[in-house]
């Protein structure tokens, strides 16, 4: 089974931009889709946006959609969340998490395997 170590997370004021790296050791990293999701206290995890297993489709959550870009590089078991133009409302632990699956995962229920989470924070 794989496992997961999240990294790139920080304190940035509103406007700037972020790159969150999810590494994977353990297993053959393109087996996997992998999902990215958010949460802060007293919430439910969000779903943020998610990859198939080589990075062909991708998806996102209409609250980052034309912001945010996802993409994986399985030559160096790593899958990327690059975010731009971040509001406070970003502001989050974010997790990747990942599934042996070829399709790709939309849902928190559906993903086995979860990091550890970075914080985000975006300040005004």
């Known amino acids: 089974q794989v496992q997961l170590v999240e990294s790139g997370g920080g304190l940035v004021q509103a406007g700037g931009s972020l790159r969150l790296s999810c590494t994977a050791s353990g297993d053959t990293f393109d ?20 990859t198939n297993f080589n990075g062909g489709r991708v998806d996102y959550s209409d609250s980052v959609s034309g ?19 971040l509001i406070p409302e970003d502001t989050g632990v974010y997790y990747c998490a990942a599934v042996h699956s070829w399709t790709i995962v939309l849902n928190a229920a559906g993903y086995r395997t979860w990091g550890q989470g970075t914080q985000v924070t975006v300040s005004t």
């Open 31 to 50: 087996k996997y889709g992998v999902g990215w999701f958010r949460q802060v206290p007293g919430k439910e995890r969000e779903y943020v946006a998610a």
């Open 67 to 85: 912001r945010f870009l996802t993409s994986r590089d399985n030559d160096k078991n790593t899958a990327y969340l690059q975010m731009n133009s």
